[in-house]
């Protein structure tokens, strides 16, 4: 399938920015981003291009900043496929957890092998919410305790989970790209304690989890916390991460008001991984 890759040149430019910016043109087909020292690329498959959703996009984009970007054709060739062999490198955590492609094997072996396929940036394991998370779920005891992972992406916090013994395990997310990247990551991995669903909060039911993974966006995180808790089984644990440490009183304030108890965090580059406990 033939690619389009555009390059956005943002003014500030800062992670901030550039996620905030992929998450929106996410929703309208693109589907990898790359952040470089001054730009980030973003890929959309040619028939789902749309010059007006992508100004819409920037119209909409609720930050101060001056982008603009250029647009270029690229040879019809698997595009996924490269990204994957070009830009996913392994990543080894605490000397415990490995996260690789298919396309690169680990220098050496670990206790955690886990194999990502990513079909976006998200989810690798590369950023810092999503390491926080992964720190998290190493220093924890799941072995036969009930799982959620809401905004689940590539699957990969849900299968470190299972891996660790925790079972039965849910993993949802909203769009349709992370539900089939998710699916084909937990056959790859051979996790079938794992159950992946397309949605949102609305999913959750009757079920009871001992333990949630929220990495999200704080806005997503003050609107559906309700929900979260009204699952958590007493004792239960929520993590949540996607926001920064200016974000933390907004959260821990939503969470005190759920009658959910502040534990501990993690932080990194100013990004967060914050625990709390349903008493």
Known sequence: MQYNQVLFKCDPYSEMITDILSAMLAEIGFESFVRGEDALEAYIPQPLFSQSALQQVLTDLPLEVEISYSIHTLEDKNWNEEWEK??????????????????????????????????????????????LILKEILAMELNGKSVLDMGCGTGVLAILAAMKGAAPVTAIDIEEWAYHNAVENVGLNGMTSIRIEQGGAELLGAERYEV???????NILLQDMPRYEAVMEKGGVIVMSGFYLDDLPAIRARANELGLSFDHL??????????????
């Not at 949630?212 to 704080?218: C, D, E, K, T």
């Not at 993690?266 to 008493?279: C, G, I, L, P």
Request: glycine share 2%; hydrophobic share 35%.
């Open 86 to 131: 070009n830009y996913f490198k392994p990543i080894v955590i605490e000397d415990e957890c490995c996260i690789h492609s298919s396309f690169h094997q680990p220098d050496k072996a670990c206790r955690y092998p886990i194999v990502i396929d990513p079909k976006m940036s998200f989810g690798t394991g590369h950023h810092q919410t999503t390491l």
């Open 212 to 218: 949630i993974f929220a990495n999200i966006n704080r």
């Open 266 to 279: 993690r932080e990194m580059d100013r990004w967060v991984a914050t625990t709390f406990v349903k008493k």
